[in-house]
Nanobody
């Protein structure tokens, strides 16, 4: 059974940095896309960043230049480096996979409905 486990969430002040980690457990797929999503209570889950099997990436506009998604295939890990955090970045952050998939990242990769494997989430709180 494939699973995703997030870690690294914390409470930080605005302007600070965090790195979220996502462990891919039991993945048997050769090609898939991994995305990071976030959700605040009462709001829709929104796509933050995604990376495909060719290491192509896509970001939502509000995090471009501040967030970086990366992966380490040797460790079955995906990371989200977040710099210059803002209070509006707060929320529960989820790692998700669209698997199997050979599609290149495009706007579809920031849509939660495209993903079939989800982690439990890790909380990020940014205070002003």
């Amino acid at each position: 059974q494939v699973q995703l486990e997030e870690s690294g969430g914390a409470s930080v002040q605005a302007g600070g940095s965090l790195t979220l980690s996502c462990a891919e457990i039991g993945f048997i797929y050769s090609y898939y896309t991994v995305g990071w999503f976030r959700q605040e209570p009462g709001k829709e889950r929104e796509g933050v960043a995604a990376v495909d099997s060719d290491d192509s990436t896509i970001y939502r506009d509000s995090v471009k230049g501040r967030f970086t998604i990366s992966k380490d295939n040797s460790k079955n890990m995906v990371y989200l480096q977040m710099n210059n955090l803002k209070p509006e970045d707060s929320g529960m952050y989820y790692c998700a996979a669209n698997a199997p998939s050979t599609r290149d990242v495009a706007p579809w990769a920031l849509e939660a409905s495209e993903y079939n494997v989800w982690g439990q989430g890790t909380q990020v709180t940014v205070s002003s």
